[in-house]
């Protein structure tokens, strides 16, 4: 009797021991090659440097901290790279990635171009990807893609956000100084719709090549135009130079108003208060908004010594959201994951009643800021006052106008 006891518990034993085993053999299986790799590719030395860059590398490394630096109890490694805002060079560095170095996850890619060409490579090779950093519209319309996700803002919402207010405040005539490419091309002609459809007018536009450093003679004809409104369709240090100059040429002193059509936390501190106050923009993130999204401006300001931008918040939040996907999901299998990201409600620093679309978008509140002036700043980095908040809704361009092919008519 002692024999068969001793037996069974020892049978018992080698059947607890051989499921462990197949337990962890088939966690294992789930995540391939035991470990999931986030690749950032990004603008560490152009003109978007400060909006998104090593700040964008750095917001994913906190993500991963937050989360443990593991998942489903394998490791998180965060790799990176320069796109150099050339879509050769990120397309390069995205297939060298996936084909080579079993990157899981393609994420930021700030520039449009780039941001469109990594997303079809990810797709082909069955790899997910998620634009934090780049606005075209047809990233997520159009050209969307199963595997592609498009986070932190885009031009309809920038533009709606960004206009409408200022049209019914009186600047009924507006001048375009736009960046020759496609997110300044995409960032003109929604301002251009909802300028309109608030009863303005846009007088004339002139397109830039990009990147650029002297702004004089479209600024020059901006004035000319007698515009209300002077907007500038251009981001990071190409904004801030333009604004620079409109100031030096006296638009602001002569009765216009300079709009930027993107702007950010970084972009007004080196243009400084004392220029850059009163300026009206849509914005997706402020670091001071609540509780939440000042605990991660914190951590980020301890590794920078600067606010983060909504760029960097935003590569933030989809870092975190893609890994609590894995963790749903049991797996990082593609489409588990994406259906996984889909389902969830998405409310961290950065997001406010954020939920992902069937087309791939990442809706959430937007919000409409003035830039404080200098004696309304109490500290350093108190920039901004939140005079709209726009629901996700409200804000993103609408469903049933959609292009996307994964949107069910």
């Keep these: 009797m002692k024999r068969f006891t001793y037996t069974k518990v020892a049978l018992g034993a080698a059947l607890l021991s051989t499921s462990l085993v197949a337990g962890a053999q088939d966690a294992k299986a789930r995540i391939s090659d035991g470990m999931v790799k986030i690749g950032v590719l990004t603008d560490i030395n152009g003109p978007f440097m400060d909006n998104v860059g090593r700040g964008s590398i750095?917001?994913?490394?906190?993500?991963?901290?937050?989360?443990?630096?593991?998942?489903?109890?394998?490791?998180?490694?965060?790799?990176?790279?320069?796109?150099?805002?050339?879509?050769?060079?990120?397309?390069?560095?995205?297939?060298?990635?996936?084909?080579?170095?079993?990157?899981?996850?393609?994420?930021?890619?700030?520039?449009?171009?780039?941001?469109?060409?990594?997303m079809k490579i990810a797709q082909e090779k069955n790899r997910i990807s998620i634009v934090t950093g780049a606005g075209a519209v047809r990233i997520s319309n159009e050209d969307c893609t199963?595997?592609?996700?498009?986070?932190?803002?885009?031009?309809?919402?920038?533009?709606?956000?960004?206009?409408?207010?200022?049209?019914?405040?009186?600047?009924?005539s507006w001048y375009y100084v736009t960046a020759d490419y496609a997110f300044g091309h995409s960032l003109e002609s929604d301002g251009k719709r909802f300028i309109e459809g608030a009863s303005g007018k846009v007088l004339g536009s002139s397109r830039y090549p990009f990147p650029g450093n002297d702004f004089s003679s479209y600024i020059l004809k901006a004035q000319a135009s007698k515009a209300d409104a002077v907007a500038i369709a251009t981001a990071g240090?190409?904004?801030?130079?333009?604004?620079?100059?409109?100031?030096?040429?006296?638009?602001?002193?002569?009765?216009?108003?300079?709009?930027?059509?993107?702007m950010s936390i970084v972009d007004v501190h080196g243009i400084g208060l004392k220029d850059a106050g009163g300026m009206m923009f849509a914005e997706s993130f402020y670091w001071d908004l609540d509780e939440s999204s000042r605990k991660f401006s914190r951590k980020f300001f301890e590794k920078t010594k600067r606010m983060p931008t909504a760029l960097q918040a935003g590569q933030y939040s989809a870092t975190?959201?893609?890994?609590?996907?894995?963790?749903?999901?049991?797996?990082?299998?593609?489409?588990?994951?994406?259906k996984a990201m889909k389902s969830m409600p998405i409310q961290d620093a950065f997001a406010k009643n954020?939920?992902?679309?069937?087309?791939?978008?990442?809706?959430?509140?937007m919000y409409l800021v003035r830039v404080k002036k200098p004696n309304e700043s109490k500290s350093p980095w108190d920039y901004y006052t939140v005079l709209e908040t726009v629901p996700g809704d409200k804000a993103f361009h609408p469903l049933s106008d959609s292009k996307c092919s994964l949107v069910k008519k």
């Design 58 to 118: 750095v917001a994913t490394e906190i993500a991963v901290e937050e989360f443990g630096g593991k998942v489903l109890g394998y490791p998180v490694q965060v790799v990176s790279g320069d796109h150099q805002n050339k879509a050769d060079v990120g397309s390069a560095r995205v297939r060298e990635w996936l084909d080579q170095d079993k990157v899981d996850a393609v994420t930021e890619l700030g520039s449009s171009a780039v941001a469109l060409a990594a």
């Design 146 to 172: 199963p595997t592609n996700l498009h986070w932190v803002y885009d031009t309809y919402s920038l533009a709606k956000v960004g206009t409408q207010s200022i049209v019914k405040n009186g600047a009924k």
């Design 320 to 338: 975190l959201s893609y890994l609590k996907a894995i963790e749903k999901a049991k797996s990082d299998d593609v489409a588990d994951v994406i």
């Design 354 to 365: 954020g939920k992902l679309r069937e087309d791939g978008k990442m809706v959430h509140d």
């Design 237 to 262: 240090l190409d904004l801030q130079n333009a604004i620079k100059q409109g100031k030096e040429f006296g638009l602001v002193e002569g009765g216009q108003q300079v709009v930027a059509m993107l």
